[in-house]
Structures are given as C-alpha cells and as structure tokens.
C-alpha cells in the first residue's frame, strides 16, 4: 500500500494481536462466549459488499428507468436527438468517475431511454413491425449469452479480449468511413450495408457476436466484483455497463433489420 496514510499509521502496519476469550482485558464467561459463537456470520449486505442480489435489483431498477425514458421518447420522437447527445455526456462521466453515482447512472438510462424510444418510433414509422423483432431479438441474444455463461460454457479468455479489442476498434472505423460516405453522398442510404444483402448479412452477425462477448466480459465484471468483495455501490457500475452493451445491441439490430428489409 504506497499510500502514505495508511502506511504511517499502526492500524495498517501491524499485527493486532487479539485474545477471543478477553474483553477489555478481562476473562470472558461461558455464557459470553457462547453467545459470541452463536452469533449468525455477518452477511454481504452486513459488510455493504457486492451481492448478485442486490446487483441484479440494481440493473432491473436502471432498465426500468430506461422504458420510461423509451415510453416519453416513443410519443415524442424529437427528443431523440437530445437524448443521444446528453446521453453520450452523462455515459463518459460515468466511465471516467473513480467512484460509481447512483444518480449518474439512472440520469443516464432516462436520457437514453428517450433516444431508444425516439428512434424505434422513427423506424417503426417507416418499417412497421420492426421494433418488436428487434426486441425480441435483443433479449434472445442476450438470454442466451447469460444462459451460456451461467453453465460454463463460454467464459472471458485474455486470447479473445484481445481480438474483440481489435474487431471492435476495426468496426468503428468501417462505420465511421461508411458514415462519412453517405454524408458526403458517395453512397445511398445505409452505405455499403445497403448495397448488398450479403455484405448486411455478415456484418449482421459480425456484430451479434462482438456484442455478446462484450456481454461476456460484463459478466465476467460482475462474477469478479462479487467474489473479490467490491463495495456495494459498484453494483450501479455493473448496471450501467450492461446498459451500455444491451443499447448497442438493440440498436444495432433494428438497424440491420431496416436494411434487410429496405
């Protein structure tokens, strides 16, 4: 521990030494230390650590505040836009703060919650029928990469976080020079994707996969916060997180599906 506070003080230099049979230096009875050993052993709640209980409340009441969100910006579609933009603020915040903000993170799912409705209310506009596919959609992928991590059967490895990191860095920019393109005019609507069902197909896919592994890793966060005993408040973090992936995957979704069905 290099920090001198705690370094200068005995409290974290030394050994206590403790006599479980004295208190204040005096024996204890039999009946005390009966009812010391009794004593029920302290809960993660107790200790204000990290419980997938109280994770999983966490992330259902961030949702919840998100369909709310969805429901405003589903009959007033122009918040969209709004909601994009502070929604990405209030998102770099909550990823650069040391220390996770209830308040933060569930600002966040409201203001995201508007552009997820206003978009879907833009889409659904044009392609009826689209936003329940991407729903279910969203939660088939998503009930399946958890039913799959829960069993064992895929887990984090350091090999494939490192070609994620690239795939993903690699898909940015491909959007990002698509974007560009059809701006500019160079391309119709939806660019390269809208140009050859095949080409939408694959990427269709590409970016199921990589939004799985990222739900993987959060998993993973999750599963290692609660065996290493975080505090409490780093459940807010979780829900955040898995907000973040599960909005990227849903967009993405009801994108692929306008283009397919474009």
Excluded: C, H
């Excluded at 039999?30 to 204000?48: I, K, M, N, V």
């Excluded at 970016?207 to 459940?235: C, H, N, W």
């Amino acid at each position: 521990m290099s920090n001198p506070a705690f370094n200068n003080s005995p409290v974290f230099t030394t050994k206590a030494v403790v006599n479980s049979t004295t208190v204040n230096g005096r024996e204890m009875t039999p009946a005390q230390l009966d009812e010391l050993y009794g004593r029920p052993s302290a809960t993660p709640t107790d200790t204000d650590r990290m419980t997938y209980e109280d994770t999983i409340v966490k992330i259902v009441i961030a949702f919840a505040v998100l369909l709310v969100g969805a429901v405003v910006g589903w009959m007033i579609p122009a918040l969209a836009i709004p909601g994009a933009i502070i929604g990405l603020v209030l998102a770099l915040v909550n990823i650069f703060k040391k220390k996770p903000s209830r308040g933060l993170v569930l600002a966040y799912a409201a203001f995201e919650g508007l552009f997820v409705g206003g978009i879907s209310a833009i889409f659904e506009s044009q392609w009826g029928g689209i936003v329940p596919q991407a729903v279910f959609g969203t939660l088939g992928v998503v009930g399946v990469t958890l039913a799959l991590f829960a069993t064992g059967k895929i887990r984090e490895s350091k090999r494939a976080t490192q070609i994620f990191t690239v795939a993903i860095f690699g898909y940015m920019a491909f959007q990002l020079v698509n974007l560009v393109l059809v701006w500019t005019g160079v391309l119709p609507q939806f660019g390269l994707q809208g140009m050859n069902p095949l080409i939408n197909i694959a990427i269709g896919i590409f970016v199921v996969l990589l939004a799985s592994y990222s739900l993987v890793m959060d998993f993973t966060s999750i599963k290692r916060g609660v065996e290493q005993g975080a505090p409490r408040i780093y459940g807010w973090q979780a829900a955040f997180g898995i907000m973040v992936t599960v909005v990227w995957l849903y967009t993405e979704i009801l994108r692929f599906l306008a283009i397919f069905r474009d």
